[in-house]
């Protein structure tokens, strides 16, 4: 199992990563964050903490069962990824976040590394 430090610091070995946090959607807290170059990391995550809580009720209001994995924001040079993760403990609603540069990414392995890192993740 892995810290939150050493989670985040291989999130941004993944190609193309320009920052990364670990967030608690409900509050829009951030537990941790790495990188980021110009992007405040901080207050993007917290930002896409809105976007979640937007989907989730829309799924509510739909009566669908599912649960969401990841959602995507395709920018112009850029990709920005919001992994949901399992909660281990009730009440634990936690997101990885992270922030690629769209010119160097790969998007289907940025996915798969981040479930990776979330399983791994010791919180």
Do not use: C, F, W
Request: glycine share 10%; hydrophobic share 50%; net charge negative.
């Amino acid at each position: 199992m892995a810290s939150i430090d050493i989670a985040l610091k291989e999130a941004m070995t993944i190609d193309g990563a320009i920052g990364v946090a670990l967030v608690d959607y409900t509050s829009g807290l951030t537990l941790g964050v790495m990188g980021g170059g110009g992007l405040d990391m901080t207050v993007a995550a917290a930002g896409n903490t809105d976007v979640v809580r937007a989907k989730l009720r829309t799924l509510e209001m739909l009566g669908l069962p599912d649960g969401i994995e990841d959602l995507l924001i395709t920018l112009d040079t850029q990709y920005h990824l919001i992994r949901l993760m399992q909660p281990r403990r009730a009440g634990e609603a936690l997101l990885l976040y992270m922030a690629l540069d769209r010119s160097r990414a790969n998007l289907g392995l940025a996915r798969l590394r981040l479930r990776r890192i979330e399983a791994d993740l010791e919180i």
